[in-house]
């Protein structure tokens, strides 16, 4: 089992279907500690889903499935958790963050966390 990365889901959804869903479940299928943060409450793979901004502490990895729009009501939690790295799954591209991310010396990768889990390469 690879080393547990403590990862940020953001854009969390109780929708199975959505990749936010099967991140969740994989990670925690994989040993990594997951917190999820989303617009509705509930839970997958016995995480709980947060509707409001958590304290982050030691995390290594956020995984963000939310637009570039709504993501900027996130850059300064994002940017004060010092991730190790963002994740910008498909869809969530976005250079005003990466840019953001850069200045505080935080990596960010454009690539999807099920490709990267299934790959081994997380």
Not at 21 to 50: C, D, P, W, Y
Not at 62 to 69: G, K
Not at 78 to 96: D, Q, S, W
């Amino acid at each position: 089992m690879t080393k547990n990365k403590k990862t940020l889901v953001l854009g969390a959804t109780l929708k199975s279907e959505k990749a936010a869903f099967k991140a969740i479940e994989m990670l925690v299928a994989r040993g990594h500690s997951v917190l999820a943060l989303g617009q509705n409450t509930g839970e997958v793979s016995g995480i709980k889903i947060n509707t409001k901004a958590i304290p982050l502490k030691n995390i290594d990895t956020v995984s963000l499935y939310i637009n570039p729009a709504r993501q900027r009501d996130y850059y300064n939690y994002v940017i004060e958790a010092k991730p190790k790295r963002v994740l910008f799954n498909p869809g969530t591209e976005n250079p005003e963050f990466y840019q953001l991310l850069e200045l505080n010396n935080i990596k960010y990768e454009v690539a999807c966390t099920l490709v990267l889990l299934t790959l081994n390469k997380y």
